[in-house]
Every structure is written in C-alpha cells, then in structure tokens.
C-alpha cells in the first residue's frame, strides 16, 4: 500500500488571458498562498471565465492517480465539515482511495484557483483552510507502518502544525521500514526552506522529486544534471525533472537520462509532476527498475498533460492499465 499525507484541496481551474495575469500582478508559472480576501477576487474572475472544478492538491493528485492504476493507496489530511470537503471524500471513494481525511469545524475545506493562460502556464493560487490544522495526533500509526511507501511534498512544511504531523510519520516509517518519497512541489517553498529540505532529504528521505527551478534553488545551478547529482549524494533515489527535455534519475549515484513522452505542445501541466511522481512510484511497487519506473513516470506525465486537470477518466486509466500489463509499454 502506498500512503500519502497532504493538502486534499478542491481545484478550480480557470481559463484566462496574459493581460488577467497582469491585472491581478501575479507571478506566472508558480503557487502562492492567499487569504480570503485574494480568493474572492479570484472567484469573481472565475464567474466570467471558463472554469471547472475538481478534487486536487499534490499529494492527492498523486495518490489518485495510483489508485487509478490499481494501486492499493491511502490518503490522510484535513478537511472542513463543508459541501466541498464532503465533495472530496466522495471522490476518493468513488476512486477507491483510503480515506483518513480528518474533518475540523474550526477552518473551510482548502482550494486552488487554477489560471490557465493560452501557453498553457498554470498559474496556482491556494487557500490552505482546514490543511493548515493537520497535527500530529491526525497521523495513523498503523497505517504508516504498514505502507510500502510514504509519500509527502514540501507543501507540508507551511505550518508548524503539518511539520510535526510529517516528522512523527518519518519516524514510524523509518521504525518500520517504509520507503520515503518526497515531492519539493513549488520554487517557492524550496525558497522559504531551502535549508530544512536539505536536511530532510539526507536524513529521512530515499527517493526525492524535483523540477528543474526547485533543484535550482536547492543547489544554486543551473544545470539540472548536476542538480541531480548533488541531491542523489543526499538520498538513494533522486529525479529533477527536465521539461520537454526529459528527466534525470540518479540511483545509488548513477545517472541515467529519461525521454520524454508525449506532446511537444501541452493542453494543460497542471499535476504533471505529481502524476510523474504516481508513475515512478508505480513502477518501483510493481519492482521495476529505476529506468522503467522513470518511463512509466514520463508515458503517464505525457498522457496527463494533453487534457485538462490533473486526474485521468476512468476510461483513460483502463487503457493505461492494460498498457502497462500487456508490456507494451516498454517499445513506445
């Protein structure tokens, strides 16, 4: 079983125009944590755009998109007593994703406004809500050693609430030997912990995802090929995803290169890397090798990145499923 633990948050996602970016002065291309008064301007920017709602959030977004694939996976995190956080746990059943969502009265459940512009650049905008309350006493002991793997992202680090909630789950994983997966997630929240993150990959971490921007800041380079030699020097498993140029995996210190698959021209990357992160994972819990894991990460993340939002319908993922019995795979 693989166990996650993050911010479950209900994604709106919204089409927009260069000039609304501008307007709202918004930094392209990256997440920033807003309050209330933010997310009622963009709310109303969403009532004249063309908008779709779904369940999202990293974590999730990889946990789901495990479930999918026949993955037997859980997902714990903190919810309000709402019409949307009811929304998401329907969702997870329906999917047949554990649930340990813990629900608080005190905070609404957590959104992202989504601003997708023509070049199909995300542009994230979250209010945390309930997320911010997840606390230590939320974590399920058993669950987490029973896993296979723990998977978490560098979102968990915003409240000192979450940080203790993560670290009690590292320690029962490293008790039990539970594989730990950790996703950085967001430029800016490798920026803000730039120094933690460091620490966490070498001492608690054995596999770790980055894009490019987040090994950059993580290692002040530019060249994410070294960026991935530096961090697989902290843990056994390190990928920096390269963009349309692919990916690089250093296992056990040896580097190898993975082709990217699929479009040149994206229809939208909201979740890629989290999907990408479902796909290596997948691989590596049917017993793959490092190199196969990482081309299933990159069939899935070239799949997820030709339509809209982060999760695949059922029929795609039943074609993904049969693709990846049948071996066919392994020729595209």
Same mark, same amino acid.
């Given at each position: ?78 919810? @309000? ?197 479902? @796909? ?6 049917? @017993? ?38 049948? @071996? ?5």
């Amino acid at each position: 079983m693989i166990y996650g633990i993050g911010n479950p948050l209900i994604d709106i996602i919204v089409s927009v125009e260069e000039n609304d970016i501008t307007a709202l002065g918004i930094h392209k291309g990256t997440m920033a944590l807003i309050g209330p008064q933010r997310m009622e301007e963009l709310m109303l920017l969403s009532k004249e755009r063309k908008t779709t709602y779904s369940c999202g959030g990293s974590c999730p977004n990889t946990i789901i998109a495990l479930a999918s694939l026949g993955v037997t996976t859980t997902l714990a995190g903190k919810i @309000g007593n709402d019409e949307n956080g009811r929304m998401y746990q329907q969702r997870l059943k329906e999917l047949g994703v554990g649930d340990q969502l813990v629900t608080t009265d005190k905070e609404m459940t957590g959104s992202t406004v989504i601003l997708i512009t023509p070049d199909s650049e995300r542009s994230m905008n979250t209010f945390l809500g309930a997320n911010r309350l997840y606390e230590m006493s939320d974590v399920d002991e058993k669950t987490v050693a029973e896993a296979s793997f723990f998977h978490f992202t560098g979102y968990m680090w915003d409240t000192k609430s979450q940080q203790g909630a993560i670290k009690k789950a590292l320690g029962i994983a490293k008790a039990n030997n539970t594989v730990v997966s950790f996703d950085l997630a967001d430029p800016f929240a490798v920026g803000r912990y730039r120094e933690p993150f460091l620490n966490l990959i070498e001492q608690d971490c054995d596999i770790v995802f980055a894009n490019r921007e987040e090994a950059r800041i993580l290692f002040d380079n530019y060249d994410p090929y070294e960026c991935c030699r530096s961090m697989g020097k902290l843990c056994r498993t390190a990928i920096v995803k390269n963009g349309k140029k692919g990916s690089y995996v250093c296992h056990e210190g040896k580097i190898i290169n993975i082709p990217v698959k699929g479009p040149v021209v994206p229809t939208d990357t909201t979740g890629a890397g989290d999907v990408y992160a479902a @796909g290596f994972l997948y691989g590596l819990y049917h @017993g793959y090798s490092t190199r196969n894991s990482g081309t299933i990460a990159s069939i899935l993340a070239g799949e997820i990145i030709t339509q809209r939002g982060a999760q695949f319908s059922k029929e795609k993922a039943k074609e993904l499923r049969d693709l990846f019995a049948s @071996g066919d795979w392994k020729t595209l």
